[in-house]
Structures are given as structure tokens and as C-alpha cells.
């Protein structure tokens, strides 16, 4: 693993999230995990961006308007069982640290922790956050995917720094 610029990496932008799924880590004094296969990478006000969309009824959600950075860390095939409990329980009531044997690296550039099994983490602060609203969608199936109307909260997090390994860099550390 070693610190990257984040155009180094290489990796399948359509597959890395919608397939591998990834941890959003969020919350300064209680940090915690959450799965999320919805976001990009790309470039925003020339800088690179990370976007994540967290619904308002996640603990997470709180923990980013209190505190406005997170970590995005991709883990290997074998954490997926990790990765199931960190998208379907809640650190409201679970501490998933604990539950997953997942453990914590400091960020560098943020107060919140990147997860030590991690072969591609993301350290950014939030640059800007957006609401959807349902009234500009333009295809009907889409508000189908709120049947709660808990529509999401777009955060658009810049990157600050970036670390990796092998298969997420085209010289492997
Ligand atoms: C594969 C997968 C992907 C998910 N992606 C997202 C997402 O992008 N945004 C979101 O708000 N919730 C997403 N979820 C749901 C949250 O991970 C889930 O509700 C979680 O329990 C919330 O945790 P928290 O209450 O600790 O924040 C996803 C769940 C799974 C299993």
C-alpha cells in the first residue's frame, strides 16, 4: 500500500462501486462504516472528486452533516460478508468495527479513519452537498427507488489524498 495520486489509479469506474461495493467511512469521534455501491470518481472545479449519495435516514448521514469528511475504501473479494453487515445493520445501534474484525488507520489529511484491510482508500472533505429532487427526474422508474421519499443527499467530496495496492496501480507497490 502506498500513497498514490489519484490519477495513477487504475480501475474499472463502472465496476468498482456497482460490483465490488465499497466502506464509507463517516463520524470524528465514533467513526463508522457504511456500505455504498451508488457514486464516481471523476473531476469536479478541476480537482479530483469523489460523489457519494447517502440516503437521510442513515447513521451516516448524520455523521457527515456533523462532520464533513469520509474515507471511501475498497476491500478484496473476501470481506464481502463484512461488507453485507456494514449495508444492512446500522452504527446507530451495532458497532460494526467490532462485529466485522475490520480495523483503523488514521487518515492523513482527515479526521476520520480508513479501513486497514483497504487495497484503494480515499481520504476526501466535502466540498459541497446537494439535494435530489424528486420533481427533475425525468424517467418514472427512478422515484420507484423512493418509496419513501427519502430521496438522497448528494456529497461531493474532494480528494485529498489516496492510497493503493496491486491491482488498483499500474506499477504495484
Ligand atoms: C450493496 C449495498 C450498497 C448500498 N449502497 C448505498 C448507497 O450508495 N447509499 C445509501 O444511502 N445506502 C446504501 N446502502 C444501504 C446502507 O449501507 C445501509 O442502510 C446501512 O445499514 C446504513 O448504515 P448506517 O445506519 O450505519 O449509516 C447500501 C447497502 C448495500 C448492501
Known sequence: MRRVQP???TLKPFAV???EWAL???GRERPNPMTVSWGGLGTLWNRPVVTVYVRPTRFTFSLLEAHPEFT????????????DLCGTRSGRDTDKWRETGLGQLPGETVAVPRVAEAEL???C????TL???PKRFLDPAVAK???????????????LAAWADGRFLARPA
Do not use: M, Q, S, T
Open 7 to 9: 490519477n495513477e489509479l
Open 145 to 159: 427507488l423512493y418509496p419513501c421519499e427519502d430521496y438522497h443527499r448528494v456529497f461531493l467530496g474532494e480528494v
Open 125 to 128: 472533505r466535502v466540498l459541497a
Open 17 to 19: 462501486l456497482d460490483r
Open 131 to 133: 439535494d435530489l429532487d
Open 121 to 123: 482508500a480515499i481520504e
Open 24 to 26: 464509507l467511512v463517516a
Open 72 to 83: 471511501l475504501n475498497v476491500l478484496g473479494e473476501r470481506y464481502r460478508k463484512a461488507l
